[in-house]
């Protein structure tokens, strides 16, 4: 598992993951199984929108500008808030229109309800942004080196995350993503 990604999931353990689980309503186990799939997720999706300079460039400025990484300070407290602050945002930039499907596959992998799966995503997103915007800060990473450590993140992921979103939207060319989104997730489990 990639530092990013590991570093982030040992962040959401313990007594995050039991506030987590609290705040969406959800047992921890559920809670967990998700988790290990919305985390490597996230990440593959952001670095599927650094390929283009131009996303690079936004993603590096808004880490610079919004996520600095003092979320991570208080990581319990965060997730026990409930509120996902500029979550939502982040998702809409991250999934775009696939997140209704993602929030579906995510939470019939996993056994949660789907409100729970969209909450969920919602409070990960402004943390996986805050570890990205510490990362960035402690190695002096420009627009470019934050692409490269996402997508190196990403490919260093069990099943290539990367790889997986970008056949996410259709990989069987059935016209719906649904079915291959959760045989993304479920094959992600099956490795666990």
């Known amino acids: 598992m990639s530092d990013l990604i590991g570093g982030l999931l040992q962040q959401l353990a313990g007594p995050a993951l039991s ?3 609290q705040t969406i309503g959800a047992d921890e186990a559920a809670t967990s199984k998700a988790v290990a799939v919305a985390v490597p997720l996230l ?14 460039q936004a993603l590096h400025q808004a880490v610079v ?3 600095d990484g003092s979320i991570l300070d208080d990581v319990v407290g965060f997730l026990g808030g409930g509120q996902a602050g500029s ?11 696939q997140r209704p499907a993602v929030e579906q596959n995510l939470a019939q992998a996993a056994g949660l309800a789907p409100t729970a799966a969209g909450q969920m995503l ?11 915007g510490l990362t960035q800060r ?9 692409a490269n450590l996402l997508s190196g993140q990403a490919k260093a992921t069990p099943g290539n ?13 059935d016209g719906s993503a649904l079915d291959d989104v959760a045989r993304f997730a479920m094959g992600f489990f099956k490795r666990k």
Request: zero cysteines.
């Open 19 to 21: 506030r987590l689980s």
């Open 43 to 56: 990440v593959g999706a952001l670095a599927r929108n650094t390929v283009q300079p131009e996303g690079a």
């Open 65 to 67: 500008k919004d996520h």
């Open 87 to 97: 979550g939502a945002g982040i998702l809409r930039h991250v999934l775009g229109e």
């Open 122 to 132: 919602e409070l990960l997103a402004p943390v996986v942004m805050g570890w990205i």
């Open 138 to 146: 402690q190695q002096g990473l420009d627009a470019s080196g934050v």
């Open 161 to 173: 995350v990367l790889g997986a979103l970008n056949t996410l939207l259709d990989a069987d060319k």
